[in-house]
């Protein structure tokens, strides 16, 4: 598990992280959410001990991470900036990477490449931005480390390719327990992939939560109420939000499924109906509550 302790980073006088702290469980998919410099990237190059916090600690099972070099093996940074060596080729990066990580996969990077129509002899620097994404996450998955850092990584792939190294995702966390830390722009990307998901803003952690628990708490109910009620009445349902067309109600409420179900029976509609919420409503949802629009923040 890695954990983040009350950790903050400054820059001159920007506070770039302020007092973060998370908990990141094994063989989850964390996903960070936040505008560009929200402090996303200072987060996990403090993760991943480029960067020593000015306050607060960042361990891996309780081991501190800076200059721990055994504790660096076990994971794997892709950062934003895509940077490989001068003139270098895939080939090279294999070779690279073969030395620097113990379990590397010589046989599956070579398998992948073919896959993802990657040349292994060409020059890195003529990729396209797409293809030096593909090849990063190809050398992270091949690496076999415990935890895959990944800064926007989606960013620059068209929707297949996108598909594509999610399934790669999915299939290691399956095999091997593999944990990705994934930190985007765009909370849709992240969407069918994360369990947990944190909101960071302004350098803090504005809501982290697990997923299931929240999609367990907060429902959708499209409703039309029956003669003589308005929405004064349902004060039994803790509402969130309501909005109105004609006599279409919709309600965002908080409550386990069963006790919003047990409510709106007892109100006696017309008719309602349960509908899942996506992510993006979601969140809105509960920043709006703590007096933050996501919209503002994230789109």
């Known amino acids: 598990m890695i954990k983040a302790d009350n950790i903050t980073k400054k820059f001159d006088n920007i506070v770039a992280v302020d007092r973060v702290s998370a908990e990141i469980k094994d063989g989850s998919v964390f996903g960070l959410i936040g505008t560009n410099g929200a402090g996303k990237s200072t987060f996990l190059r403090m993760i991943s001990g480029i960067l020593k916090p000015d306050e607060g600690i960042v361990t891996f ?49 070579r398998s992948l490449m073919e896959k993802f129509g990657l040349d292994m002899r ?3 620097q003529t990729f396209s931005k797409g293809m030096k994404k593909q090849l990063s996450v190809i050398c992270g998955i091949c690496a076999n480390t415990d935890y895959l850092l990944c ?10 390719m996108r598909q594509a190294v999610k399934s790669l995702f999915a299939n290691d966390m399956a095999e091997r327990n593999l944990t990705p830390i994934i930190a985007s722009h765009n909370l849709r990307e992240l969407e069918d992939i994360c369990d947990h998901v944190g909101l960071l803003h302004r350098g803090g952690i504005l809501l982290s939560r697990d997923l299931d628990d929240m999609k367990l708490n907060i429902h959708k109910v499209q409703c039309v109420l029956k003669e003589g009620m308005t929405e004064d009445d349902l004060t039994a349902l803790n509402r969130i939000k309501t909005e109105k067309r004609g006599k279409l109600y919709t309600l965002t409420v908080r409550g386990s499924k069963e006790e919003v179900e047990e409510l709106m029976d007892s109100y006696q509609t017309v008719f309602y109906e349960m509908i899942p919420l996506s992510l993006e409503e979601i969140f809105i949802s509960e920043t709006e509550v703590a007096g933050y629009d996501i919209k503002k923040l994230i789109f």
């Open 151 to 160: 800064d926007e990584t989606f960013d620059g792939l068209d929707p297949v």
């Open 122 to 124: 060409r020059k890195i």
């Open 61 to 109: 099972d309780g081991e501190p991470v800076y200059e721990n070099e055994e504790v660096k093996g076990r994971f794997f940074y892709i950062s934003d900036d895509q940077y490989y060596f001068n003139n270098a080729t895939p080939s090279d990066m294999m070779n690279y990477y073969s030395r620097v990580y113990k379990k590397f996969d010589r046989e599956r990077f």
